[in-house]
Protein backbone atom coordinates (compact mmCIF):
# COMPACT_ATOMS: atom_id res chain seq x y z
CA UNK A 1 0.00 0.00 0.00
CA UNK A 2 1.45 2.89 -1.17
CA UNK A 3 2.05 6.50 1.27
CA UNK A 4 -0.41 8.55 -0.97
CA UNK A 5 -2.99 5.49 -0.75
CA UNK A 6 -3.37 5.60 2.97
CA UNK A 7 -2.83 9.34 2.74
CA UNK A 8 -6.11 9.67 0.69
CA UNK A 9 -8.08 7.34 3.16
CA UNK A 10 -7.36 9.24 6.27
CA UNK A 11 -7.98 12.32 4.48
CA UNK A 12 -11.63 10.64 3.84
CA UNK A 13 -11.68 9.39 7.35
CA UNK A 14 -11.00 12.81 8.94
CA UNK A 15 -13.36 14.65 6.68
CA UNK A 16 -16.18 11.69 8.03
CA UNK A 17 -15.03 11.97 11.65
CA UNK A 18 -15.34 15.67 11.51
CA UNK A 19 -18.61 15.88 9.73
CA UNK A 20 -19.72 13.02 12.90
CA UNK A 21 -17.90 15.69 15.42
CA UNK A 22 -19.56 18.48 14.41
CA UNK A 23 -22.72 16.48 14.25
CA UNK A 24 -22.47 15.37 17.52
CA UNK A 25 -22.31 19.04 18.87
CA UNK A 26 -24.86 21.24 16.65
CA UNK A 27 -28.11 18.74 16.12
CA UNK A 28 -30.90 18.95 18.61
CA UNK A 29 -31.71 15.95 20.86
CA UNK A 30 -34.07 13.71 18.94
CA UNK A 31 -37.28 12.13 21.15
CA UNK A 32 -35.12 8.77 21.33
CA UNK A 33 -32.33 10.36 22.85
CA UNK A 34 -34.00 12.39 25.50
CA UNK A 35 -36.06 9.90 26.79
CA UNK A 36 -32.81 7.27 27.06
CA UNK A 37 -31.21 10.25 29.05
CA UNK A 38 -34.42 10.64 31.07
CA UNK A 39 -35.23 7.04 31.87
CA UNK A 40 -31.53 5.48 32.05
CA UNK A 41 -28.87 7.84 31.84
CA UNK A 42 -30.11 9.90 34.99
CA UNK A 43 -31.91 7.55 36.81
CA UNK A 44 -28.06 5.39 36.55
CA UNK A 45 -30.80 2.34 36.23
CA UNK A 46 -29.94 0.88 32.73
CA UNK A 47 -28.83 -3.04 33.21
CA UNK A 48 -31.22 -5.70 32.10
CA UNK A 49 -33.69 -7.18 34.52
CA UNK A 50 -32.97 -4.34 36.80
CA UNK A 51 -34.33 -1.13 34.62
CA UNK A 52 -37.23 0.08 32.86
CA UNK A 53 -38.72 -2.68 29.89
CA UNK A 54 -38.04 -1.12 26.31
CA UNK A 55 -36.20 -1.99 23.43
CA UNK A 56 -35.31 1.32 22.75
CA UNK A 57 -32.22 0.64 25.52
CA UNK A 58 -29.59 -0.13 23.63
CA UNK A 59 -27.35 -1.60 26.52
CA UNK A 60 -24.00 -0.60 25.53
CA UNK A 61 -24.42 2.90 24.47
CA UNK A 62 -26.53 3.47 27.42
CA UNK A 63 -24.33 2.68 29.75
CA UNK A 64 -21.33 4.25 28.26
CA UNK A 65 -23.61 7.31 28.03
CA UNK A 66 -23.90 7.36 31.29
CA UNK A 67 -20.15 7.29 32.28
CA UNK A 68 -20.04 10.18 30.01
CA UNK A 69 -23.05 12.66 31.57
CA UNK A 70 -21.24 11.13 35.22
CA UNK A 71 -17.75 12.95 33.81
CA UNK A 72 -19.04 15.92 31.83
CA UNK A 73 -22.54 16.46 32.50
CA UNK A 74 -25.80 16.32 30.13
CA UNK A 75 -24.72 18.06 27.03
CA UNK A 76 -25.71 16.21 24.05
CA UNK A 77 -22.08 16.36 22.88
CA UNK A 78 -21.43 14.56 26.49
CA UNK A 79 -24.38 12.23 25.85
CA UNK A 80 -23.49 11.15 22.29
CA UNK A 81 -19.39 11.35 22.84
CA UNK A 82 -18.99 6.97 23.05
CA UNK A 83 -21.13 7.16 19.56
CA UNK A 84 -18.69 9.43 17.85
CA UNK A 85 -15.24 7.80 19.54
CA UNK A 86 -17.12 4.42 17.98
CA UNK A 87 -16.39 6.09 14.36
CA UNK A 88 -12.67 5.53 15.15
CA UNK A 89 -13.18 1.80 15.59
CA UNK A 90 -15.57 1.81 12.58
CA UNK A 91 -12.69 3.62 10.45
CA UNK A 92 -9.88 1.60 11.39
CA UNK A 93 -11.94 -1.60 10.38
CA UNK A 94 -13.15 0.25 6.76
CA UNK A 95 -9.19 0.50 6.28
CA UNK A 96 -8.25 -2.97 7.55
CA UNK A 97 -11.05 -4.38 5.45
CA UNK A 98 -10.27 -2.62 2.42
CA UNK A 99 -6.69 -3.85 2.17
CA UNK A 100 -7.87 -7.34 1.55
CA UNK A 101 -9.50 -5.92 -1.69
CA UNK A 102 -7.22 -6.41 -4.50
CA UNK A 103 -7.93 -4.03 -6.78
CA UNK A 104 -7.73 -0.21 -6.58
CA UNK A 105 -10.76 0.97 -7.80
CA UNK A 106 -12.75 -1.69 -5.62
CA UNK A 107 -10.53 -0.37 -2.60
CA UNK A 108 -11.15 3.51 -3.10
CA UNK A 109 -15.37 3.11 -4.00
CA UNK A 110 -14.98 0.76 -1.09
CA UNK A 111 -13.66 2.97 1.29
CA UNK A 112 -15.67 5.86 -0.15
CA UNK A 113 -18.98 4.25 0.51
CA UNK A 114 -18.37 3.14 4.11
CA UNK A 115 -16.99 6.09 5.54
CA UNK A 116 -20.08 8.09 4.12
CA UNK A 117 -22.54 5.76 4.00
CA UNK A 118 -25.93 7.90 4.13
CA UNK A 119 -27.99 7.35 7.40
CA UNK A 120 -25.58 5.39 9.11
CA UNK A 121 -23.16 8.25 9.16
CA UNK A 122 -25.48 10.15 11.42
CA UNK A 123 -25.56 7.71 13.67
CA UNK A 124 -22.46 8.20 14.93
CA UNK A 125 -23.86 11.25 16.18
CA UNK A 126 -26.67 10.22 17.96
CA UNK A 127 -26.87 8.69 21.60
CA UNK A 128 -28.60 5.86 19.71
CA UNK A 129 -26.82 2.46 19.56
CA UNK A 130 -26.81 1.64 15.38
CA UNK A 131 -23.59 3.09 14.93
CA UNK A 132 -21.67 1.42 17.97
CA UNK A 133 -23.06 -1.50 16.56
CA UNK A 134 -21.85 -0.97 13.42
CA UNK A 135 -18.61 -0.69 14.42
CA UNK A 136 -18.34 -3.46 16.25
CA UNK A 137 -19.81 -5.46 13.39
CA UNK A 138 -17.25 -4.29 11.05
CA UNK A 139 -14.60 -5.76 13.42
CA UNK A 140 -16.32 -9.23 14.78
CA UNK A 141 -16.83 -9.95 10.97
CA UNK A 142 -13.42 -8.77 9.89
CA UNK A 143 -12.23 -11.12 12.84
CA UNK A 144 -14.88 -14.28 12.26
CA UNK A 145 -13.60 -14.48 8.37
CA UNK A 146 -9.71 -13.92 10.00
CA UNK A 147 -10.10 -16.62 12.19
CA UNK A 148 -11.80 -18.83 9.17
CA UNK A 149 -9.06 -17.67 6.74
CA UNK A 150 -5.91 -18.02 8.78
CA UNK A 151 -7.14 -19.49 12.21
CA UNK A 152 -5.64 -17.76 15.50
CA UNK A 153 -6.23 -17.49 18.80
CA UNK A 154 -6.38 -13.48 19.04
CA UNK A 155 -9.11 -13.47 16.02
CA UNK A 156 -11.14 -16.28 17.97
CA UNK A 157 -11.42 -13.45 21.36
CA UNK A 158 -11.66 -10.49 19.19
CA UNK A 159 -14.35 -12.54 17.11
CA UNK A 160 -16.32 -13.31 19.97
CA UNK A 161 -15.97 -9.94 22.05
CA UNK A 162 -16.88 -8.14 19.13
CA UNK A 163 -20.19 -9.83 18.58
CA UNK A 164 -21.00 -9.62 22.28
CA UNK A 165 -20.42 -5.76 22.20
CA UNK A 166 -22.33 -5.55 18.69
CA UNK A 167 -25.34 -7.24 20.28
CA UNK A 168 -25.32 -5.73 23.06
CA UNK A 169 -25.65 -2.49 20.83
CA UNK A 170 -28.65 -3.19 19.15
CA UNK A 171 -30.08 -6.79 19.40
CA UNK A 172 -30.86 -7.05 15.90
CA UNK A 173 -27.87 -8.30 15.68
CA UNK A 174 -28.42 -11.45 17.61
CA UNK A 175 -29.12 -13.95 14.47
CA UNK A 176 -25.93 -12.73 13.04
CA UNK A 177 -24.51 -13.65 16.01
CA UNK A 178 -25.78 -17.25 16.31
CA UNK A 179 -24.77 -17.72 12.86
CA UNK A 180 -20.88 -16.68 13.78
CA UNK A 181 -21.05 -18.75 16.67
CA UNK A 182 -22.11 -21.67 14.69
CA UNK A 183 -19.50 -21.19 11.94
CA UNK A 184 -17.04 -20.79 14.07
CA UNK A 185 -17.65 -23.94 16.04
CA UNK A 186 -18.03 -25.76 12.72
CA UNK A 187 -14.31 -24.40 12.07
CA UNK A 188 -13.08 -25.77 15.53
CA UNK A 189 -14.67 -29.21 14.34
CA UNK A 190 -13.74 -29.79 10.88
CA UNK A 191 -9.78 -27.94 10.76
CA UNK A 192 -7.21 -29.38 12.16
CA UNK A 193 -6.00 -28.29 15.83
CA UNK A 194 -4.08 -29.62 18.83
CA UNK A 195 -5.71 -30.75 21.40
CA UNK A 196 -5.00 -28.20 23.36
CA UNK A 197 -6.02 -25.44 20.98
CA UNK A 198 -9.20 -27.22 20.93
CA UNK A 199 -9.92 -27.02 23.98
CA UNK A 200 -8.83 -23.36 24.84
CA UNK A 201 -11.06 -22.38 21.73
CA UNK A 202 -14.37 -24.23 23.30
CA UNK A 203 -14.24 -22.45 26.84
CA UNK A 204 -13.99 -19.20 24.84
CA UNK A 205 -16.56 -20.19 22.63
CA UNK A 206 -18.74 -21.14 25.57
CA UNK A 207 -17.65 -17.90 28.10
CA UNK A 208 -17.45 -15.26 25.37
CA UNK A 209 -20.09 -16.97 23.00
CA UNK A 210 -23.01 -19.01 24.35
CA UNK A 211 -23.00 -17.95 27.54
CA UNK A 212 -23.60 -13.70 26.77
CA UNK A 213 -25.93 -14.75 24.08
CA UNK A 214 -28.03 -17.34 26.29
CA UNK A 215 -28.12 -14.40 28.74
CA UNK A 216 -28.93 -11.65 25.65
CA UNK A 217 -31.64 -14.70 24.05
CA UNK A 218 -33.18 -14.35 27.44
CA UNK A 219 -33.63 -10.67 27.51
CA UNK A 220 -34.82 -10.24 23.96
CA UNK A 221 -37.56 -12.63 24.74
CA UNK A 222 -38.80 -10.58 27.79
CA UNK A 223 -39.05 -7.91 25.55
CA UNK A 224 -41.12 -10.03 23.28
CA UNK A 225 -43.27 -11.14 25.79
CA UNK A 226 -44.23 -7.72 27.00
CA UNK A 227 -44.86 -6.41 23.58
CA UNK A 228 -41.76 -4.44 22.87
CA UNK A 229 -40.40 -5.37 20.31
CA UNK A 230 -43.01 -3.67 18.03
CA UNK A 231 -40.48 -1.59 15.97
CA UNK A 232 -40.68 -3.61 12.22
CA UNK A 233 -42.98 -4.59 9.11
CA UNK A 234 -45.25 -7.77 8.53
CA UNK A 235 -44.57 -7.14 4.62
CA UNK A 236 -41.49 -9.78 4.55
CA UNK A 237 -38.04 -9.03 3.65
CA UNK A 238 -38.42 -7.46 -0.09
CA UNK A 239 -41.54 -5.62 0.18
CA UNK A 240 -40.85 -4.66 3.98
CA UNK A 241 -37.47 -4.23 5.18
CA UNK A 242 -35.35 -3.65 1.59
CA UNK A 243 -38.03 -1.19 0.85
CA UNK A 244 -37.26 0.62 3.88
CA UNK A 245 -33.66 0.57 3.41
CA UNK A 246 -34.16 2.01 -0.08
CA UNK A 247 -36.17 4.75 1.43
CA UNK A 248 -33.90 5.34 4.42
CA UNK A 249 -31.04 5.35 2.15
CA UNK A 250 -32.37 7.06 -0.73
CA UNK A 251 -36.01 8.70 -0.23
CA UNK A 252 -37.72 6.79 -2.28
CA UNK A 253 -38.74 3.11 -2.41
CA UNK A 254 -39.90 3.59 -6.20
CA UNK A 255 -39.49 0.60 -8.94
CA UNK A 256 -37.28 1.67 -11.22
CA UNK A 257 -34.81 1.86 -7.59
CA UNK A 258 -35.70 -1.96 -6.02
CA UNK A 259 -35.52 -3.09 -9.16
CA UNK A 260 -31.76 -2.75 -9.55
CA UNK A 261 -30.87 -2.66 -5.80
CA UNK A 262 -32.77 -6.64 -5.75
CA UNK A 263 -30.70 -6.99 -8.91
CA UNK A 264 -27.64 -6.21 -7.51
CA UNK A 265 -27.96 -8.36 -4.57
CA UNK A 266 -28.56 -11.20 -7.06
CA UNK A 267 -25.57 -10.63 -9.17
CA UNK A 268 -23.85 -10.37 -5.68
CA UNK A 269 -24.42 -13.56 -4.51
CA UNK A 270 -24.26 -15.62 -8.30
CA UNK A 271 -20.54 -13.77 -8.42
CA UNK A 272 -19.67 -14.86 -5.10
CA UNK A 273 -21.08 -19.00 -5.77
CA UNK A 274 -19.38 -18.39 -9.43
CA UNK A 275 -16.27 -17.85 -7.64
CA UNK A 276 -16.31 -20.36 -5.28
CA UNK A 277 -16.41 -23.43 -7.75
CA UNK A 278 -14.26 -22.30 -9.64
CA UNK A 279 -11.56 -22.09 -6.92
CA UNK A 280 -9.81 -25.45 -6.01
CA UNK A 281 -7.74 -24.50 -2.84
CA UNK A 282 -9.42 -23.02 0.57
CA UNK A 283 -12.26 -22.05 -1.71
CA UNK A 284 -14.63 -23.12 1.61
CA UNK A 285 -12.95 -20.64 3.49
CA UNK A 286 -12.73 -17.85 1.63
CA UNK A 287 -13.53 -13.99 3.04
CA UNK A 288 -16.49 -14.06 0.32
CA UNK A 289 -18.18 -17.11 1.15
CA UNK A 290 -17.88 -16.66 4.76
CA UNK A 291 -19.72 -13.12 4.33
CA UNK A 292 -22.10 -14.77 2.00
CA UNK A 293 -23.39 -17.42 4.78
CA UNK A 294 -23.58 -15.35 7.30
CA UNK A 295 -25.67 -13.23 5.25
CA UNK A 296 -28.17 -16.08 3.94
CA UNK A 297 -28.53 -17.35 7.60
CA UNK A 298 -29.68 -14.22 8.63
CA UNK A 299 -32.03 -13.62 5.64
CA UNK A 300 -32.98 -17.27 6.46
CA UNK A 301 -33.38 -16.74 10.33
CA UNK A 302 -35.91 -13.52 9.56
CA UNK A 303 -37.89 -15.84 7.62
CA UNK A 304 -38.20 -18.23 10.68
CA UNK A 305 -38.91 -15.44 13.35
CA UNK A 306 -41.10 -13.49 10.83
CA UNK A 307 -43.32 -16.59 9.68
CA UNK A 308 -42.96 -19.59 12.27
CA UNK A 309 -42.86 -16.74 15.46
CA UNK A 310 -44.69 -13.66 14.39
CA UNK A 311 -41.35 -11.75 14.98
CA UNK A 312 -41.99 -8.54 12.96
CA UNK A 313 -39.57 -7.93 9.74
CA UNK A 314 -37.16 -5.12 10.74
CA UNK A 315 -37.02 -1.81 8.69
CA UNK A 316 -34.99 1.51 8.21
CA UNK A 317 -32.14 1.46 11.37
CA UNK A 318 -33.14 -2.04 13.02
CA UNK A 319 -32.08 -3.28 9.70
CA UNK A 320 -29.40 -0.83 8.82
CA UNK A 321 -26.49 -3.80 9.59
CA UNK A 322 -27.62 -4.75 6.40
CA UNK A 323 -25.92 -1.96 4.63
CA UNK A 324 -22.20 -2.66 5.66
CA UNK A 325 -22.98 -6.73 4.45
CA UNK A 326 -24.07 -5.64 1.23
CA UNK A 327 -20.90 -3.63 0.62
CA UNK A 328 -18.94 -5.97 1.92
CA UNK A 329 -20.54 -9.20 -0.44
CA UNK A 330 -20.64 -6.85 -3.33
CA UNK A 331 -17.12 -5.50 -3.17
CA UNK A 332 -15.58 -9.06 -2.54
CA UNK A 333 -18.01 -10.49 -5.29
CA UNK A 334 -16.53 -7.64 -7.78
CA UNK A 335 -13.04 -7.77 -7.19
CA UNK A 336 -13.36 -11.62 -7.35
CA UNK A 337 -14.83 -11.33 -10.71
CA UNK A 338 -12.00 -9.08 -11.49
CA UNK A 339 -9.09 -11.37 -10.79
CA UNK A 340 -10.14 -12.67 -14.19
CA UNK A 341 -11.17 -9.75 -16.10
CA UNK A 342 -9.93 -6.36 -15.01
CA UNK A 343 -13.32 -4.57 -16.77
CA UNK A 344 -15.06 -5.89 -13.51
CA UNK A 345 -13.52 -3.76 -11.18
CA UNK A 346 -15.68 -0.70 -12.41
CA UNK A 347 -18.55 -2.06 -11.60
CA UNK A 348 -17.37 -1.51 -8.23
CA UNK A 349 -17.83 2.20 -8.76
CA UNK A 350 -21.79 1.94 -7.92
CA UNK A 351 -20.80 2.24 -4.26
CA UNK A 352 -20.49 5.36 -5.31
CA UNK A 353 -24.24 6.58 -5.22
CA UNK A 354 -23.63 6.01 -0.93
CA UNK A 355 -21.36 8.94 -0.65
CA UNK A 356 -22.89 10.56 -3.39
CA UNK A 357 -26.38 10.22 -1.44
CA UNK A 358 -24.50 11.51 1.36
CA UNK A 359 -23.24 14.42 -0.04
CA UNK A 360 -26.05 15.30 -1.15
CA UNK A 361 -28.11 15.44 2.32
CA UNK A 362 -25.20 17.26 4.51
CA UNK A 363 -26.66 19.29 6.89
CA UNK A 364 -25.80 20.24 10.76
CA UNK A 365 -29.20 21.14 11.80
CA UNK A 366 -31.41 17.68 12.05
CA UNK A 367 -30.86 13.40 11.41
CA UNK A 368 -32.71 12.99 8.29
CA UNK A 369 -34.66 9.84 9.68
CA UNK A 370 -36.42 12.92 12.08
CA UNK A 371 -36.38 16.22 10.77
CA UNK A 372 -39.46 16.59 11.88
CA UNK A 373 -38.29 16.71 15.63
CA UNK A 374 -35.20 19.18 15.25
CA UNK A 375 -36.03 21.93 17.34
CA UNK A 376 -33.57 24.66 16.95
CA UNK A 377 -31.94 27.18 19.32
CA UNK A 378 -34.52 30.15 17.83
CA UNK A 379 -37.47 28.52 18.54
CA UNK A 380 -36.93 28.26 22.04
CA UNK A 381 -35.17 31.98 22.57
CA UNK A 382 -38.51 32.99 21.15
CA UNK A 383 -40.27 31.32 23.40
CA UNK A 384 -37.62 32.45 26.54
CA UNK A 385 -38.21 36.12 25.84
CA UNK A 386 -41.95 35.21 25.84
CA UNK A 387 -42.16 33.94 28.90
CA UNK A 388 -39.99 36.11 30.56
CA UNK A 389 -42.64 38.78 29.40
CA UNK A 390 -45.51 36.88 30.64
CA UNK A 391 -47.42 37.03 34.14
CA UNK A 392 -48.06 33.37 34.31
CA UNK A 393 -46.58 30.03 32.92
CA UNK A 394 -47.05 30.27 29.02
CA UNK A 395 -49.78 27.28 27.60
CA UNK A 396 -47.28 25.72 24.83
CA UNK A 397 -48.38 22.79 22.77
CA UNK A 398 -46.46 20.15 20.81
CA UNK A 399 -46.79 16.71 19.32
CA UNK A 400 -46.22 13.82 21.53
CA UNK A 401 -42.48 13.13 20.22
CA UNK A 402 -41.32 16.95 21.10
CA UNK A 403 -41.76 16.48 24.85
CA UNK A 404 -38.44 14.92 25.66
CA UNK A 405 -36.64 16.75 24.06
CA UNK A 406 -37.94 20.10 25.15
CA UNK A 407 -37.51 18.91 28.46
CA UNK A 408 -34.14 17.97 27.98
CA UNK A 409 -32.89 21.65 26.59
CA UNK A 410 -34.86 23.31 29.68
CA UNK A 411 -33.11 21.27 32.35
CA UNK A 412 -29.86 21.39 30.40
CA UNK A 413 -29.54 25.29 30.07
CA UNK A 414 -32.94 26.91 29.91
CA UNK A 415 -34.41 26.46 33.17
CA UNK A 416 -37.58 29.55 32.75
CA UNK A 417 -38.93 27.26 29.54
CA UNK A 418 -42.62 26.38 29.87
CA UNK A 419 -43.72 23.08 30.41
CA UNK A 420 -44.95 21.88 26.32
CA UNK A 421 -48.36 19.74 26.39
CA UNK A 422 -49.23 17.19 23.82
CA UNK A 423 -52.57 16.83 25.30
CA UNK A 424 -55.19 16.90 22.30
CA UNK A 425 -52.68 18.53 20.04
CA UNK A 426 -53.48 20.48 18.22
CA UNK A 427 -56.00 22.66 19.87
CA UNK A 428 -56.06 26.36 19.97
CA UNK A 429 -56.60 26.69 23.51
CA UNK A 430 -52.66 27.30 24.11
CA UNK A 431 -50.63 30.19 24.16
CA UNK A 432 -47.95 28.62 21.63
CA UNK A 433 -48.01 25.73 19.41
CA UNK A 434 -44.95 24.15 18.10
CA UNK A 435 -46.06 22.53 15.03
CA UNK A 436 -44.55 20.40 11.85
CA UNK A 437 -46.82 21.74 9.37
CA UNK A 438 -45.98 19.09 6.84
CA UNK A 439 -48.11 16.80 8.68
CA UNK A 440 -50.27 18.81 10.66
CA UNK A 441 -52.84 21.86 10.23
CA UNK A 442 -53.05 25.04 12.99
CA UNK A 443 -56.29 25.51 14.21
CA UNK A 444 -57.55 28.86 13.01
CA UNK A 445 -56.76 32.19 14.94
CA UNK A 446 -52.59 31.68 15.22
CA UNK A 447 -50.24 33.40 13.15
CA UNK A 448 -46.05 32.30 12.87
CA UNK A 449 -43.56 34.12 15.23
CA UNK A 450 -40.66 31.55 14.47
CA UNK A 451 -39.67 28.75 11.98
CA UNK A 452 -36.49 26.38 12.83
CA UNK A 453 -33.61 26.09 10.53
CA UNK A 454 -34.94 22.68 9.11
CA UNK A 455 -38.31 24.21 7.95
CA UNK A 456 -40.19 21.57 9.68
CA UNK A 457 -40.77 23.09 13.04
CA UNK A 458 -43.12 26.38 12.92
CA UNK A 459 -43.76 27.61 16.39
CA UNK A 460 -47.00 29.78 16.16
CA UNK A 461 -48.58 32.53 18.62
CA UNK A 462 -52.33 32.84 19.50
CA UNK A 463 -53.76 36.12 17.85
CA UNK A 464 -56.64 36.56 20.72
CA UNK A 465 -54.71 35.97 24.39
CA UNK A 466 -55.92 33.31 26.34
CA UNK A 467 -58.43 34.65 29.45
CA UNK A 468 -58.42 32.89 32.19
CA UNK A 469 -61.61 33.38 35.30
CA UNK A 470 -60.54 32.12 38.53
CA UNK A 471 -62.99 29.61 40.16
CA UNK A 472 -60.84 28.28 43.04
CA UNK A 473 -57.36 29.04 45.15
CA UNK A 474 -56.67 26.73 47.63
CA UNK A 475 -53.34 27.09 49.99
CA UNK A 476 -51.73 23.30 50.63
CA UNK A 477 -50.23 23.06 54.08
CA UNK A 478 -46.50 21.91 54.43
CA UNK A 479 -46.47 18.17 54.72
CA UNK A 480 -44.16 15.03 53.77
CA UNK A 481 -44.44 13.29 51.15
CA UNK A 482 -43.36 10.27 51.25
CA UNK A 483 -46.54 7.56 51.20
CA UNK A 484 -46.78 6.46 47.62
CA UNK A 485 -49.25 8.47 46.82
CA UNK A 486 -50.53 12.08 48.12
CA UNK A 487 -53.49 13.88 46.53
CA UNK A 488 -53.30 18.13 46.13
CA UNK A 489 -56.57 18.64 44.93
CA UNK A 490 -59.98 16.45 44.15
CA UNK A 491 -63.14 18.76 43.36
CA UNK A 492 -66.40 17.64 42.62
CA UNK A 493 -66.50 16.55 39.26
CA UNK A 494 -70.25 17.16 37.66
CA UNK A 495 -69.92 21.09 39.17
CA UNK A 496 -66.74 21.22 36.30
CA UNK A 497 -68.97 19.24 33.69
CA UNK A 498 -68.96 20.98 30.19
CA UNK A 499 -65.98 23.85 30.99
CA UNK A 500 -62.27 23.82 29.89
CA UNK A 501 -59.88 24.21 32.91
CA UNK A 502 -56.49 25.67 33.38
CA UNK A 503 -54.78 23.59 36.85
CA UNK A 504 -52.11 25.84 38.25
CA UNK A 505 -49.67 24.73 40.78
CA UNK A 506 -47.10 26.57 42.75
CA UNK A 507 -44.83 24.20 44.98
CA UNK A 508 -42.03 24.50 47.15
CA UNK A 509 -40.57 20.91 47.17
CA UNK A 510 -37.37 19.78 48.62
CA UNK A 511 -36.11 16.54 48.01
CA UNK A 512 -32.67 15.01 49.16
CA UNK A 513 -32.69 11.82 46.05
CA UNK A 514 -30.66 12.39 42.83
CA UNK A 515 -33.16 11.91 40.59
CA UNK A 516 -36.95 12.12 41.82
CA UNK A 517 -38.64 9.91 39.93
CA UNK A 518 -41.99 11.12 41.72
CA UNK A 519 -44.90 11.69 39.59
CA UNK A 520 -47.11 14.71 39.38
CA UNK A 521 -50.54 13.04 37.57
CA UNK A 522 -53.63 15.47 36.58
CA UNK A 523 -56.63 12.54 36.30
CA UNK A 524 -59.46 12.56 35.07
CA UNK A 525 -61.84 9.00 35.26
CA UNK A 526 -65.14 7.57 33.62
CA UNK A 527 -67.55 5.60 35.19
CA UNK A 528 -65.94 2.35 36.25
CA UNK A 529 -62.22 4.17 36.67
CA UNK A 530 -61.08 4.23 33.03
CA UNK A 531 -58.54 7.21 32.18
CA UNK A 532 -60.75 10.30 30.30
CA UNK A 533 -57.89 12.05 30.53
CA UNK A 534 -54.17 11.17 32.00
CA UNK A 535 -51.34 13.96 32.04
CA UNK A 536 -48.05 12.43 33.99
CA UNK A 537 -45.33 15.22 34.51
CA UNK A 538 -42.13 13.37 35.48
CA UNK A 539 -40.72 16.08 38.41
CA UNK A 540 -37.09 14.85 37.39
CA UNK A 541 -37.54 16.67 33.97
CA UNK A 542 -38.41 19.40 35.61
CA UNK A 543 -35.15 20.86 38.03
CA UNK A 544 -32.05 19.18 38.47
CA UNK A 545 -32.60 19.44 42.62
CA UNK A 546 -35.05 20.25 45.08
CA UNK A 547 -34.11 22.52 47.40
CA UNK A 548 -37.31 24.66 48.18
CA UNK A 549 -37.55 26.41 45.03
CA UNK A 550 -40.95 27.23 43.74
CA UNK A 551 -41.94 25.13 40.68
CA UNK A 552 -44.71 26.93 39.03
CA UNK A 553 -46.83 25.31 35.79
CA UNK A 554 -49.79 25.51 34.79
CA UNK A 555 -51.78 22.39 32.84
CA UNK A 556 -55.33 22.35 30.90
CA UNK A 557 -57.15 19.81 30.99
CA UNK A 558 -59.83 19.34 28.42
CA UNK A 559 -63.70 19.89 28.61
CA UNK A 560 -65.38 17.68 30.94
CA UNK A 561 -67.88 15.66 30.10
CA UNK A 562 -70.75 14.80 32.05
CA UNK A 563 -69.52 10.81 32.53
CA UNK A 564 -66.42 12.26 34.52
CA UNK A 565 -66.84 10.88 37.77
CA UNK A 566 -63.94 11.63 39.33
CA UNK A 567 -60.92 15.00 38.83
CA UNK A 568 -57.89 14.62 41.07
CA UNK A 569 -54.23 15.96 40.79
CA UNK A 570 -52.08 14.58 42.62
CA UNK A 571 -48.31 12.81 44.10
CA UNK A 572 -47.55 9.03 43.22
CA UNK A 573 -44.13 8.62 44.90
CA UNK A 574 -43.62 5.25 43.24
CA UNK A 575 -40.33 4.45 45.30
CA UNK A 576 -40.96 5.79 47.88
CA UNK A 577 -38.34 8.70 47.65
CA UNK A 578 -37.80 11.58 50.63
CA UNK A 579 -40.21 14.41 49.37
CA UNK A 580 -41.21 17.30 51.10
CA UNK A 581 -43.90 20.19 50.42
CA UNK A 582 -42.65 23.25 52.10
CA UNK A 583 -46.08 25.52 50.41
CA UNK A 584 -48.02 24.97 48.01
CA UNK A 585 -50.68 26.17 46.14
CA UNK A 586 -53.49 25.08 43.86
CA UNK A 587 -55.61 27.68 41.74
CA UNK A 588 -58.69 26.43 39.41
CA UNK A 589 -59.02 29.00 36.36
CA UNK A 590 -61.60 28.57 33.71
CA UNK A 591 -61.25 29.16 29.68
CA UNK A 592 -63.29 31.92 28.95
CA UNK A 593 -64.35 31.37 25.45
CA UNK A 594 -63.19 33.49 22.08
CA UNK A 595 -65.10 36.03 20.89
CA UNK A 596 -62.79 37.52 17.84
CA UNK A 597 -60.21 35.27 16.47
CA UNK A 598 -59.66 36.95 13.02
CA UNK A 599 -56.18 37.22 12.14
CA UNK A 600 -54.05 40.33 13.30
Avoid at 1 to 30: C, D, E, N
Avoid at 124 to 145: D, K, N, P
Avoid at 222 to 230: M, N, S
Amino acid sequence: MSVRKRRAFLLLAALAFAYVAMRAYLVPLTHYEARTFFVYTLSGRFLPFLSHWDAGNHLLCTALGWLSYEAFGMAPWSLRLFSVLSFLLYAWYVWRWGLLLHRSVVRGSFWAALLFAPVLIEFFSMYRGYGMATAFLLMALYHTTALIRDGGRNHLIAALLAWLLAALSMLSLMILWCAALGVIALDMVINSRSARARITGSVLWLTLGILPLVGVSLYARELKDQGLLYFGTEDGLYRGTLRSLTVEFFGTDAAWLMVPVALIMLMTFSAICWSLFRSTTDRWRSTAVVLTALFLVELLGRLVLGEGFGVLYPTGRTALHWLPLAVLLFAFAVDGLAVGKGVWQWASLLLLALPIRTLTTLNLSYVRSWPEEAISANIYDTVGRLQRAAPRPLLVDGYRQMPPPWDHERLWMRPALPLLSSHGFPQANCDLLLIDTTYFTAPPGFHTIATSATGRQVLKQRNVPIQLALMNDSVLAPTSLNDEFHGLWEPNAQELVAQELVLELKLDLRSDARCLETLLVIEVDGPDGEHLHYDQIELRTLQPEWTGDTLHIMRRLPILSGNAKRVVCYFWNRHRQNLSLSSGRVRTLRIQPDHDLRNP
